[in-house]
Every structure is written in structure tokens, then in C-alpha cells.
């Protein structure tokens, strides 16, 4: 058994690890689902916290690969463009949560933003008819509780919840250069959509509170987005296309992840903590999602239906994301932690997001019991590669650009405060 720990700031150190670092992980993912606060030692207790996050991805040798005039159902030859852009815009990530605890029960209610992207090379480069800008934003209210009872030297805690989830985002790339052309409109097309759904958790864990051991093993179900709807904005193209020079409404269906996590921590010698998690997220449920006209619902909308307008080309793989790190108590007042996390890329030929290395410090302040002070940061690589053309189940995506990517850096910082009583 590990050593005892001599000081109860250091059993909070699980907490604070995940705050220790700042994620900018694959797919959709800015931290996913968060409940450590759940296992405060507190009866009561409440924490905001916010993340700002500063990835710096540079596309380069950026080639239009789809130089058909519009005429010809092309969207026209963009390589006397700019053959390079920086892709990734700057976000912050806010959390707020509240936890009650009676006896062997506790409850947390928080909210949180598990979920977005934001990207945004802009319209000058040769890539503009694959993204102009992209921005989808969650909103996610859950309620996680559990129940403990004593199991050999320590607890074991069973655990519950439920979240509802809000989605919504828009995408605007350049359809079209023949309004360039003629002078008229800007050739440019936008997608907007929303949805909302429910989700559901269950999990359990072990701890021994006074070794600051405890393992968790936490299960998040999908989140059915099946009543995706929105409009394809095309007012500002000719009407050469079938759908041009005008809005139309469209629908579909997607699904958030379903993720599995296990976080692991231990007292290894007096005021000296390790903790570590490894953690599946399902990101390949996100491939391609068509979108179609609202006139054909009762029709199959497919990627290969003759009815799709528009898609949201992702073609994810399966994430997957191990942390491991030492936490340190210092005095009554002072703790810190730092970590070394890798995020395997969820790109695989197509997109941008590649496996990356993120070395994470935080240290937190607790000027009196009640009150905890956190602050973090983090600098990371986002490993090179390249994007072009990728074929998923007989259909073809890609092909409209490619371009090549080095290694880029990430930053990132983070503050919360906790009051608890």
C-alpha cells in the first residue's frame, strides 16, 4: 500500500490534475465531460473555471484539385490563390459546477461546453471552396449522482446521470467563382444547423481516502442528434446550380460520441501524488452527414442520395487520450501538478488532426479551507501530415483540395476557483 498522505490538500490533487492541463484533443473534443468534482471531500461545494485554448495549424502547399468551370459543375480554379493559410482560431471553454453531498450520497449538477470546433483560414487561399470558416458550439446541463458504501479497506461508489445537449454551427465555403466573374454576389455559400438531445452516464469507482487511491471507470452515451435541421444559404450564387441564388431549408441526422474513461490515482509517498486516465472516445459515429432538402423528407438521405444537397464531411477515427502525471504538496497553502498527455489524431488522410504530445504545470492556492485558487497551463505539438483524397464505403471525399501540414504548436491556460463548505 502506498504511503499515507499528511495532508488532505493533497487528496484534492485528482481534481486539480485534470484542470492542471488544458485539452485541445482530436475530433470535436474541448475536454469532453468532466464530473471529478463529484468526489470533493467537501459536503458542499461549487467551482467555475474557463480554458482558453491557442492552437497555431498552418496549412501549406494548398492545391485546388476541383478546377472545373461552375458552368461544368466545378467550383472554378482557386490556385492563383495563396497556397498556404492558418486554419485554427483561438477559443475559450467555460465550466461551472455545483456539488451536495448527505451522508452516502452525492450529487453534482454542471455545466459545460464538451464539444466544438472553429475554423477559419478565411476566403483568400486555395482551399476556399472546401472551408471558408467553420464554428460549431455544445451546450450540456447534466446531473450526475452516486452512492457509496464500504467495500474492504475502502468505498465502493456506483454512479448515475443524465445530461441534455444543444448543438448548433455553420460552415460558409466559396461555391462558386462565377460570381466573381459577372460582378455579381460573392460566390460563397453557408450552412447553418442545430439540434439537441439527451445523453446518459453510468460508472463506478474504488477509493481509500486516506492512501488518496481511488479508480474511477466512467461510461458517457451518444448523443442522438436525429432531428438535425437548418438551411443551405445560397442567395449569393448564381442560379446555375439547381439550389442557387437562394434558402433552402434542410435536415439530417448525426450523433455526439459515446466515450469510455478510467482515471487512476495513488498516494506514492508522503505529500506526493501519481494519477493517470486513458480515455476511448466512439468519434468514428461522425463520418459523413448528409443534408438534405426538406421537400424530400419520407426519401433516403444518404451520402450517395440522389437528394443530398450538402454534407459535413468529417471521417473521423476512433480517439483515444493517456495522461499520466505526479501531483506535489508543498505547504498548507501550495500544491502543484504537471502532466504529459498524448491525443492520437482522429485524421487519417483526410482533415487536419493529427496526434498530439501536450506537457501540462498547474498549481493551486488555498488561501483559507474554503476556498481554492487554481491556475494551469499547457504547450503542446500538433504532429505534421497531410490531406487529400479518402475513400469511405465507395464514396469519395477530398478531391476538391489537398494540402500538406508541419509540426504546429498548441497552447493553452486555465483558472478556476472552488468555494466549498
Same mark, same amino acid.
Given at each position: 500500500?502506498?504511503?499515507?498522505?499528511?495532508?488532505?490538500?493533497?487528496?484534492? &490533487?485528482?481534481?486539480?490534475?485534470?484542470?492542471?492541463?488544458?485539452?485541445?484533443?482530436?475530433?470535436?473534443?474541448?475536454?469532453?465531460?468532466?464530473?471529478?468534482?463529484?468526489?470533493?471531500?467537501?459536503?458542499?461545494?461549487?467551482?467555475?473555471?474557463?480554458?482558453?485554448?491557442?492552437?497555431?495549424?498552418?496549412?501549406?502547399?494548398?492545391?485546388?484539385?476541383?478546377?472545373?468551370?461552375?458552368?461544368?459543375? =466545378?467550383?472554378?480554379?482557386?490556385? /492563383?490563390?495563396?497556397?498556404? +493559410?492558418?486554419?485554427?482560431?483561438?477559443?475559450?471553454?467555460?465550466?461551472?459546477?455545483?456539488?451536495? /453531498?448527505?451522508?452516502?450520497?452525492? @450529487?453534482?449538477?454542471?455545466?459545460?461546453?464538451?464539444?466544438?470546433?472553429?475554423?477559419?483560414?478565411?476566403?483568400?487561399?486555395?482551399?476556399?471552396?472546401?472551408?471558408?470558416?467553420?464554428?460549431?458550439?455544445?451546450?450540456?446541463?447534466?446531473?450526475? @449522482?452516486?452512492?457509496?458504501?464500504?467495500?474492504?479497506?475502502?468505498q465502493l461508489r456506483l454512479i448515475g446521470g443524465a445530461f441534455y445537449q444543444e448543438v448548433e454551427g455553420f460552415k460558409e465555403r466559396l461555391v462558386s467563382t462565377l460570381p466573381i466573374t459577372l460582378g455579381t454576389g460573392t460566390g460563397v455559400g453557408?450552412?447553418?444547423?442545430?439540434?439537441?438531445?439527451?445523453?446518459?452516464?453510468?460508472?463506478? +469507482?474504488?477509493?481509500?481516502?486516506?492512501y488518496a487511491l481511488r479508480a474511477?471507470?466512467?461510461?458517457?452515451?451518444?448523443?442522438?442528434?436525429?432531428?438535425?435541421?437548418g438551411t443551405v444559404d445560397l442567395t449569393q450564387v448564381p442560379v446555375v446550380p439547381v439550389f442557387g441564388g437562394r434558402v433552402t431549408s434542410v435536415f439530417g441526422e448525426a450523433e455526439a460520441p459515446d466515450s469510455l474513461e478510467l482515471k487512476v490515482q495513488?498516494?506514492?509517498?508522503?505529500?506526493? &501524488?501519481?494519477? /493517470?486516465?486513458?480515455?476511448?472516445?466512439?468519434?468514428?459515429?461522425l463520418q459523413s452527414i448528409p443534408l438534405c432538402p426538406v421537400s424530400t423528407k419520407g426519401r433516403a438521405c444518404t451520402s450517395s442520395s440522389p437528394t443530398k444537397l450538402t454534407s459535413l464531411d468529417l471521417?473521423?477515427?476512433?480517439?483515444?487520450?493517456?495522461?499520466? /502525471?505526479?501531483?506535489?504538496?508543498?505547504?498548507?497553502?501550495?500544491?502543484?501538478?504537471?502532466?504529459?498527455t498524448w491525443d492520437r489524431g482522429t485524421s487519417h488522410g483526410y482533415g487536419a488532426q493529427t496526434d498530439t504530445w501536450t506537457v501540462g504545470?498547474? +498549481?493551486?492556492?488555498?488561501?483559507t479551507d474554503n476556498i481554492e485558487w487554481r491556475v494551469a497551463g499547457a504547450l503542446g505539438v500538433l504532429t505534421s501530415?497531410?490531406? =487529400?483524397?479518402?475513400?469511405e464505403d465507395g464514396v469519395t471525399y477530398g478531391n476538391d483540395v489537398s494540402y500538406d501540414f508541419g509540426n504546429d504548436l498548441v497552447a493553452a491556460v486555465s483558472t478556476s476557483i472552488k468555494v466549498k463548505f
Open positions: 500500500m502506498a504511503s499515507r498522505m499528511t495532508s488532505a490538500g493533497v487528496l484534492s &490533487l485528482a481534481l486539480f490534475s485534470t484542470l492542471a492541463q488544458p485539452s485541445f484533443a482530436g475530433g470535436l473534443d474541448r475536454g469532453g465531460y468532466n464530473i471529478d468534482l463529484l468526489f470533493d471531500q467537501s459536503r458542499f461545494s461549487a467551482q467555475a473555471a474557463v480554458f482558453y485554448v491557442m492552437p497555431q495549424r498552418e496549412l501549406k502547399n494548398v492545391r485546388d484539385t476541383n478546377t472545373r468551370s461552375p458552368l461544368l459543375g =466545378g467550383d472554378g480554379n482557386l490556385n /492563383g490563390r495563396p497556397n498556404h +493559410a492558418d486554419d485554427t482560431e483561438n477559443y475559450a471553454v467555460p465550466y461551472l459546477g455545483l456539488k451536495a /453531498g448527505y451522508e452516502d450520497f452525492d @450529487c453534482l449538477l454542471d455545466y459545460s461546453e464538451p464539444f466544438g470546433a472553429h475554423t477559419n483560414p478565411g476566403i483568400n487561399w486555395a482551399g476556399a471552396n472546401n472551408n471558408i470558416e467553420t464554428k460549431i458550439e455544445t451546450h450540456n446541463y447534466a446531473t450526475t @449522482c452516486s452512492y457509496k458504501f464500504d467495500v474492504g479497506p475502502g453557408r450552412l447553418d444547423l442545430e439540434d439537441n438531445g439527451w445523453g446518459w452516464r453510468t460508472g463506478i +469507482a474504488y477509493e481509500i481516502p486516506e474511477s471507470l466512467v461510461y458517457n452515451s451518444r448523443v442522438k442528434y436525429d432531428s438535425l435541421s495513488s498516494g506514492i509517498a508522503p505529500d506526493w &501524488l501519481a494519477f /493517470g486516465s486513458v480515455k476511448w472516445t466512439n468519434w468514428s459515429v471521417l473521423y477515427q476512433d480517439g483515444w487520450t493517456v495522461t499520466g /502525471g505526479i501531483g506535489h504538496k508543498f505547504n498548507e497553502q501550495w500544491t502543484g501538478a504537471v502532466s504529459l504545470l498547474g +498549481a493551486a492556492y488555498n488561501p501530415g497531410s490531406s =487529400g483524397v479518402l475513400v
